[in-house]
């Protein structure tokens, strides 16, 4: 079992930065591909961004060129620099991570308010 605990969700104003944080509660999974989704009210959840252990990464074309995904091994986490935001980026941010089997761990959620 791994724990998925997101951090750094808020208000901002648009045009400002925020940084989440995905803590993972276990070593061992630097291999596995990890990301953000996201789900706004009355809507899907959607991928905002992935990065795999070796540290590619994919986003929605949403986001790219404002965000950026990155990882630390070392302390099992990922962030989510998250930069010139906009009104339509409010959602409620998850973490998740890939397993190679059984079903993907997802993070409780944080809030990103961005108020125009």
């Known amino acids: 079992q791994v724990q998925l605990a997101e951090s750094g969700g808020g208000l901002v104003q648009a045009g400002g930065s925020l940084r989440l944080s995905c803590a993972a509660s276990r070593k061992g999974i630097s291999s596995n591909v990890m990301g953000w989704y996201r789900q706004a009210p009355g809507k899907q959840r959607e991928l905002v961004a992935t990065?795999?252990?070796?540290?590619?990464?994919n986003y929605a074309d949403s986001v790219k060129g404002r965000f950026t995904i990155s990882r630390d091994n070392a302390k099992n986490t990922i962030y989510l620099q998250m930069s010139s935001l906009k009104p339509e980026d409010t959602a409620v941010y998850y973490c998740t991570l890939k397993v190679f089997v059984g079903n993907d761990y997802w993070g409780q959620g944080t809030q990103v308010t961005v108020s125009s």
């Open positions: 990065i795999t252990g070796g540290g590619w990464t």
